[in-house]
């Protein structure tokens, strides 16, 4: 008979099946085990024949999995599809859960009755649908965030808990990475990741992992021991904070790429498991998007701070241009008008129109200034030069100013200072907006002194005065554009520290302000060394 299966062939084909076909008498007790069941859940037939079959299934499920079979036992129907209306688990020996899909049948042989349960592992295509779905989330979520910062916390947020217990994303700057966000499971481990943010940017020591992503944007892996190793290879002392107060066993870099350039790095930690293969496929699908959100995020603010630098240029000009052009069409005017007015009088309008005309002029140049800042191209062509000169040079055209206003100048020159990387004109322009603020808010008769010093970072001036002072809370604000304490200092257009900052920084130097209200204000700023 050719066309017909023996039992011996079918038995043959159950006992090898790759589901796992298990058999149970009326009392729900295990007689049949097969070898996709011991692959499934770890039990050899020999361990788990004659057991009931609650054995199989987690605890919270076990009641009304009896009551359940029983009702199937009195039904009457030959075979029904499993947990049609929830889902079903099984438990393996090692106590691990997963999903299942089965379907129950009973066959009676006189009064005796067999169940069958057929049961197939659905943990991989329920971890495959998952992921997809957490992937379809995610570009759903990264999508919809505006700017660079809020995309960041979106992607921290996403990568935690679903990929891993911490997670520190990260911006690559010129000289390394800054910290942009960072989740963790537990609140408390969260505040601490917070710090780093704070801490600036840094440069990954040589060994880091983050300096091989640097090297060459592929993702690397501390499988085990992340902790100590990340803590032999770290310098920073937040992030060593950080590292310690994670302590995590698995460390998982990823570089974050978008049209070929490296533009972050996204760090998952996980305390206690470790990152597997899956794990680390779904973790780089996650950097793709999060590289991809975070590029059109940080396109998104430039096209934000462009429209708003535009407005904020549209108003200076409106205002602070408008006055001094009213006030040469009304003197121009006038002069006009009594083309024989008499000498002294002509010459006063004559100087105002000069002196407006030259107020026009600065903040023109200071416009342009700003407009060079914002397009990276305020150019600075440095050449070694001897700060006494350059100092003693640029207080000569001061002097007037200062006299003007009865105030005296004092220059303090350390003796034998080595030359330093100037562009001598921008650290001139440099030097009169300092002097020249310390001249609008000093009081008649008091004193301003420059001075220099050599520095750790080089050569450090300072202008000092003694004046109305900056209120603390206000001393972080005086280097954004267009910010002014007050409304009545309305001489310039609050654009001169701004644009201080701008120069010493392309010059490699820094510039800080220090003050107390009522007793002077000192601006200092260095420049590197020759
Ligand atoms: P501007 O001088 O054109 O207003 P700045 O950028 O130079 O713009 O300065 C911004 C603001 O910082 C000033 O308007 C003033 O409120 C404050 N400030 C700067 N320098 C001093 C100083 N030496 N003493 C007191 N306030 C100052």
Request: charged share 25%.
């Amino acid at each position: 008979m050719p066309n017909r299966i023996t039992h011996d062939i079918l038995a043959e084909i159950v006992e090898i099946a790759a589901d796992a076909v298990i058999c149970m008498d009326a009392f729900q007790r295990i007689t049949f085990f097969n070898n996709g069941a011991e692959a499934i859940f770890g039990w050899t037939p020999d361990e788990i024949i004659g057991q009931r079959i609650e054995t199989l299934i987690p605890e919270r499920y076990r009641a009304n999995h009896s009551r359940h079979v029983a009702e199937f036992g009195r039904s009457g129907v030959n075979a029904r599809r499993m947990g049609e209306r929830r889902e079903i688990a099984g438990v393996r020996k090692s106590g691990e859960e997963f999903p299942a899909e089965a379907a129950i049948s009973q066959v009676h042989q006189g009064d005796n009755v067999v169940f069958s349960v057929v049961l197939r592992d659905v943990t991989v295509r329920k971890r495959f649908a998952q992921r997809q779905q957490f992937l379809a989330e995610a570009g759903e979520k990264l999508a919809s965030s505006f700017g660079s910062s809020e995309t960041l916390n979106q992607v921290a947020r996403l990568a935690v808990p679903i990929i891993a217990d911490g997670c520190i994303l990260e911006n690559r700057v010129s000289n390394g990475f800054l910290a942009g966000a960072a989740a963790h499971l537990d609140p408390d481990i969260e505040e601490i990741l917070d710090e780093i943010s704070t801490a600036g940017a840094r440069i990954p020591p040589k060994g880091h992992p983050l300096t091989e992503i640097l090297e060459k944007p592929s993702p690397v892996l501390l499988q085990s021991n992340a902790a100590s190793r990340l803590m032999e290879a770290t310098a920073n002392p937040a992030y060593l904070k950080a590292v310690k107060a994670m302590s995590p066993q698995s460390a998982l870099f990823l570089p974050l790429v978008a049209r070929e350039q490296l533009i972050g790095a996204l760090t998952l930690f996980r305390t206690k498991r470790t990152f597997d293969g899956d794990d680390l496929s779904l973790a780089e699908d996650l950097a793709r998007l999060a590289a991809l959100a975070l590029d059109n995020a940080r396109l998104h603010d430039t096209v934000r701070a462009s429209l708003r630098a535009r407005d904020e240029m549209v108003g200076v000009v409106s205002h602070d241009l408008r006055n001094p052009v009213a006030a040469v069409k009304m003197l121009s005017r006038t002069l006009l008008r009594a083309p024989q007015a008499n000498g002294q009088q002509a010459h006063e309008s004559i100087e105002l129109i000069a002196q407006a005309a030259e107020q026009m002029d600065a903040l023109i140049r200071d416009l342009l200034d700003v407009n060079r800042l914002d397009a990276g191209k305020l150019m600075i062509s440095a050449m070694p030069v001897d700060p006494a000169v350059l100092l003693t040079d640029s207080l000569q055209t001061l002097r007037p100013l200062v006299e003007e206003k009865g105030i005296s100048l004092d220059l303090q020159l350390e003796t034998d200072l080595p030359k330093v990387m100037a562009d001598r004109e921008r650290v001139q322009q440099t030097l009169s907006n300092l002097v020249g603020n310390a001249i609008k808010f000093s009081p008649a008769g008091s004193k301003i002194v420059v001075l220099t010093r050599g520095h750790a970072e080089g050569v450090m001036i300072s202008v000092l005065d003694h004046g109305r002072g900056i209120a603390p809370e206000q001393v972080p604000r005086v280097f954004d554009r267009y910010w002014q304490s007050a409304r009545t200092d309305r001489e310039g257009a609050g654009l001169g520290l701004a644009i201080a900052k701008g120069i010493i920084e392309a010059h490699g130097g820094r510039i800080w302000i220090e003050s107390r209200p009522g007793e002077g204000t000192t601006a200092s700023f260095t420049l590197p060394l020759a």
